[in-house]
C-alpha cells in the first residue's frame, strides 16, 4: 500500500530540473532564489496546449442511448471535448464529476461528447451517466476502434479538438486525464479559443493543488517536499483519516463548498495543498489580497496545542517554494522519499540550543513533575541496561539516558539517571539560567499528543525497539 502511493506521489510531483549548483543563494525569507524569480515557470506549456499533436481518428462508429448510432466525425461540429471512460475504472469515476462540471463551464463554448470503452454495456453507460449526472450525450465505442485507431491505451482520456478545412485537428490532449486537472483543462479550452485563461478560476471554488502547480511547477514540486505535502496521508495511515476533529488541519477548505470532504482521500484538496494557505484560486479570482496574507493562514493551525511555540518567522524557511528548483531528479526523488517515508527532519520540533543538565537540575522547581518521573519506567532505564550488562555500550545507551555532550562515545558521556527530562523537553541550560520561561524549553503542555508529543517519544520508540507502540496507552503512563 505504502509503495503504491509512493509511486503515485513521487510520479505526481514533477521536477523542473536545472543545472545543480552549489549552495544556492536565498533571499530574506530564507527561500532558494532563482533566476528571473521563477514563479509559474509552466504557464507558457499550459497556454500552448502542450502540442503539437498527431491529428485525432473520427471516423468511427458509435452506438448511443435505445437503438441510436452515429459516426463521430460527424457529432463534431466545433471545438469539442472528447471523455473517453470505462464506466466501471475507478479514476474515471474520480473524475467524472470534473468533467461534467467543466462540460458545463465551457457550455455554448466547447461541445463535450462522451465516449465509453468498448467493454461497457448500454445500461453500464445509462447508470455512469445517471449517477454522475451526466448532461452531455455519451456514446459507445462498440468496435473498439476509436481506442485503436487514435492509440488510446488508458482511461480516462480527453481530447480537446476541433474541426479544420482539412480534417480535425488535437489542441490539447491528457493520456490519461489526471484527477484534479479540470481546471487546467478549461484554462487550456479558452487559452486556446482566444478567451481569458484565468475566468477558469472561480471565486470561492477551490481549483486542487494539482491545478496550481500546471504553472507554478517550482512551487508545487516543492511543496512536495514540505510535510503539508502529506499531512492527509498521516492521519489516513493512523486510521484518522475520518476523525472530523482531526481532518479539517490537515486538508484543504474542510466542511466548505468545493473544499474537502470525507472518504475522498485521491482528492486534489487532500493534504496541506497551496489554497489552505492562498485562498480558494488563490490570487486568480475575485479581490486580489497581498501575497503576504497568505501568512496570515499558518496560525489558524499552528496553534498552541497543535504546534510546539510556532512562529511565522521559524515556520517559514521550511515552506521554502523554490527549494526544488536547482535540484537534480535523483536529489529531489529522495528528497520526496523521505517525506513520504516521514524521515524529513520536523524543524519545528527541534530542541533549543544548549548543554542537558541532567534531571537534578529540575528538582528544586518542579518537585511534582520529578516525584511523577521517579515512578515511570525511563528513571529506571539505566538500571535494564546493567541487569543486561550493556550499560557500557554507547549504542544501546544513547536511548536509556540523557547525554552530556554533544558526541558521545562513552558511558561517561551520559548523565545518570536514565531517560531523564530532557530526553523529552529538551536541553536545559538556558532554562534553567533563566530560572524558568517557556521559549527556552520544550513545553508539551495540553499539546495534541498525535501532531507534537508522539513525535518526541519515537525518537526511540522505534519500531525496531518498540513494534507495538501504541501513544493512546503509553501516553497515560508517563504523564505528570
Ligand atoms: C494558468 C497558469 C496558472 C495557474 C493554473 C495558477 N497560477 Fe498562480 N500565477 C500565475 C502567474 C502567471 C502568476 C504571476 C503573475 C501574477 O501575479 O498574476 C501567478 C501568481 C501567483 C501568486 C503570486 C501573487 C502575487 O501577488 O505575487 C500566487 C500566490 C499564486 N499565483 C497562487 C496560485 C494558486 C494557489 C493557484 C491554484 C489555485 C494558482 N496560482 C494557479 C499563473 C497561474
Ligand atoms: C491547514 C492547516 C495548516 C496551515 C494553514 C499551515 N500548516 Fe504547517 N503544517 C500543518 C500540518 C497538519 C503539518 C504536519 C503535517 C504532517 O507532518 O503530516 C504541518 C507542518 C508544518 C511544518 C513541518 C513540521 C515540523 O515539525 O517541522 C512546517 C515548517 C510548517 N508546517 C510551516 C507552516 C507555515 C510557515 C505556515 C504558514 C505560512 C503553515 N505551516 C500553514 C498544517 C498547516
Ligand atoms: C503553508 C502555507 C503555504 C502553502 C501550502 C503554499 N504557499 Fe505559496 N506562499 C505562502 C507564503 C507565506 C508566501 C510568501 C508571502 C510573503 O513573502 O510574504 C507564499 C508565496 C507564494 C508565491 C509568490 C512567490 C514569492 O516568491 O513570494 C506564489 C507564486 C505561491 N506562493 C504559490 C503557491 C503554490 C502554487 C502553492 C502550492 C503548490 C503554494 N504557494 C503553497 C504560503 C503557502
Ligand atoms: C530555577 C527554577 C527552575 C529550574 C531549575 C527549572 N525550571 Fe522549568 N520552569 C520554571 C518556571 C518558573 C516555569 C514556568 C515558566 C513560565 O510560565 O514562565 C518552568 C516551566 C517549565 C516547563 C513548561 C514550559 C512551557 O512551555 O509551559 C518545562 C517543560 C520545564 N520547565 C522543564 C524544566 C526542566 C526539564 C528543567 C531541568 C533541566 C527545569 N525545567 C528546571 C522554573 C525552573
Ligand atoms: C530518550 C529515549 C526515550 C524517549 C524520548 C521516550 N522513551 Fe519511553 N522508554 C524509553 C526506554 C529506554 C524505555 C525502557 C525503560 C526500561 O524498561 O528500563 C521506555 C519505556 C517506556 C514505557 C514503559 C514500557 C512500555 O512500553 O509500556 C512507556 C509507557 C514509555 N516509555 C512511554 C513513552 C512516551 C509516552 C514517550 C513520549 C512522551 C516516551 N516514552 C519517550 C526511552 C524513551
Ligand atoms: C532507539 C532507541 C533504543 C536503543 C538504541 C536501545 N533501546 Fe532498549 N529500549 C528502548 C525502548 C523505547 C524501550 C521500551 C520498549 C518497550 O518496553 O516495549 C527499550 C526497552 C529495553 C529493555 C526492557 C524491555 C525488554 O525488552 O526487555 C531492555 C532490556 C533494553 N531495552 C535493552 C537494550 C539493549 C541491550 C540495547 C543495546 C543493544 C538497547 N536496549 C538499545 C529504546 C532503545
Ligand atoms: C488545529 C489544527 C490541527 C488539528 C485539529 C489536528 N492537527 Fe495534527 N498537526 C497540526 C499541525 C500544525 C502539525 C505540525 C506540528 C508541528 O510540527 O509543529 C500537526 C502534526 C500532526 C502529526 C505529526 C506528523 C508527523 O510528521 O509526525 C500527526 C500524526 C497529527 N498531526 C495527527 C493529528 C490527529 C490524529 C489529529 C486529531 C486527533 C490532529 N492531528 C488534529 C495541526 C492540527
Ligand atoms: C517521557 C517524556 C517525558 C519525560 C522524561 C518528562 N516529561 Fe515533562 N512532560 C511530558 C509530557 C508528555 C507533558 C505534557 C502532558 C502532561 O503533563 O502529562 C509534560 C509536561 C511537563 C511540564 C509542564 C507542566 C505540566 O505538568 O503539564 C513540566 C514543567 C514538565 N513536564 C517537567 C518535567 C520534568 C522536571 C521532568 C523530569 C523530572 C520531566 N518533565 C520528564 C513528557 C515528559
Redo the contacts with the bound molecule.
Keep these: 500500500m505504502r509503495s503504491a502511493w509512493i509511486a503515485a506521489t513521487v510520479a505526481l510531483v514533477g521536477v523542473g530540473a536545472l543545472a545543480v549548483a552549489d549552495e544556492p543563494a536565498r533571499d530574506d525569507r530564507g527561500w532558494t532564489a532563482v533566476e528571473g524569480g521563477g514563479v509559474a515557470i509552466g504557464l507558457a506549456d499550459v497556454l500552448s496546449g502542450g502540442g503539437p499533436y498527431r491529428a485525432p481518428d473520427l471516423n468511427i462508429p458509435l452506438i448511443g442511448s435505445g437503438a441510436a448510432a452515429a459516426d463521430l466525425d460527424e457529432l463534431v461540429v466545433g471545438p469539442t471535448l472528447l471523455f473517453y471512460y470505462s464506466a466501471s475504472c475507478p479514476h474515471c469515476q474520480e473524475v467524472a464529476p470534473e468533467v461534467a462540471r467543466l462540460a458545463q463551464r465551457l457550455d455554448g463554448q466547447v461541445a463535450v461528447i462522451g465516449i465509453a470503452s468498448g467493454s461497457n454495456s448500454g445500461s453500464d453507460v445509462r447508470a455512469f451517466e445517471n449517477e454522475y449526472d451526466l448532461k452531455f450525450p455519451n456514446w459507445r465505442d462498440f468496435t473498439r476502434k476509436y481506442a485503436s485507431a487514435n492509440e488510446i491505451a488508458s482511461t480516462p482520456t480527453v481530447f480537446l479538438v476541433r474541426p479544420t478545412e482539412e480534417g480535425f485537428e488535437t489542441l490539447a490532449e491528457y493520456r490519461p486525464f489526471p484527477g484534479g486537472f479540470g481546471v487546467v483543462a478549461e484554462i487550456q479550452a479558452r487559452a486556446l479559443l482566444g478567451e481569458d485563461p484565468f475566468g477558469a478560476f472561480e471565486e470561492g471554488h477551490y481549483a486542487g493543488t494539482q491545478a496550481c502547480g500546471a504553472c507554478h511547477v517550482h512551487e508545487y514540486s516543492s511543496w512536495g517536499l514540505t510535510h503539508h505535502s502529506t499531512a492527509y496521508w498521516t492521519l489516513y495511515e493512523r486510521e484518522e483519516a475520518e476523525n472530523p476533529e482531526c481532518i479539517a488541519c490537515h486538508v484543504v477548505g474542510f466542511g466548505k463548498p468545493s473544499g474537502f470532504e470525507l472518504e475522498q482521500y485521491r482528492s486534489a484538496v487532500a493534504d496541506v495543498g497551496c489554497e489552505a494557505c492562498h485562498g480558494p484560486a488563490g490570487p486568480h479570482a475575485g479581490e486580489r489580497k497581498p501575497v503576504a496574507t497568505a501568512r496570515d493562514a499558518c496560525v489558524t493551525c499552528h496553534d498552541a496545542d497543535h504546534s510546539i511555540?510556532f512562529t511565522v518567522d521559524k515556520g517559514l524557511p521550511h515552506i521554502d517554494h523554490f527549494r526544488a528548483a536547482p535540484m537534480s531528479p535523483e536529489a529531489f526523488r529522495a528528497a520526496r522519499e523521505d517525506v513520504v517515508q516521514g524521515r524529513a527532519a520536523r524543524p519545528l520540533l527541534a530542541f533549543p540550543d544548549g548543554a542537558n543538565?541532567g534531571?537534578k537540575?529540575?528538582a528544586?522547581?518542579?518537585s511534582e513533575q520529578t516525584a511523577s518521573w521517579k515512578k515511570s519506567p525511563h528513571a529506571g532505564a539505566l538500571k535494564t541496561l546493567k541487569g543486561k550488562g550493556s550499560h557500557k555500550d554507547v549504542a544501546c545507551v544513547r536511548c536509556h539516558a540523557v547525554k552530556k555532550i554533544d558526541d558521545p562515545a562513552t558511558p561517561k558521556d551520559f548523565h545518570a539517571g536514565g531517560v531523564g527530562?530532557?530526553s523529552c523537553?529538551g536541553p536545559?541550560e538556558q532554562?534553567?539560567a533563566a530560572?524558568?520561561?517557556?521559549e527556552n524549553?520544550?513545553?508539551?503542555?495540553a499539546s495534541c499528543p498525535e501532531c507534537v508529543i508522539e513525535a518526541i517519544c519515537t525518537r526511540c520508540h522505534t519500531p525496531e525497539q518498540d513494534n507495538d507502540w501504541n501513544l493512546k496507552e503509553a501516553l497515560p503512563k508517563v504523564g505528570h
Design positions: 511555540q543538565l534531571s537540575a529540575c528544586e522547581c518542579h527530562c530532557e523537553h536545559g532554562h534553567v530560572k524558568g520561561g517557556t524549553i520544550v513545553g508539551l503542555g
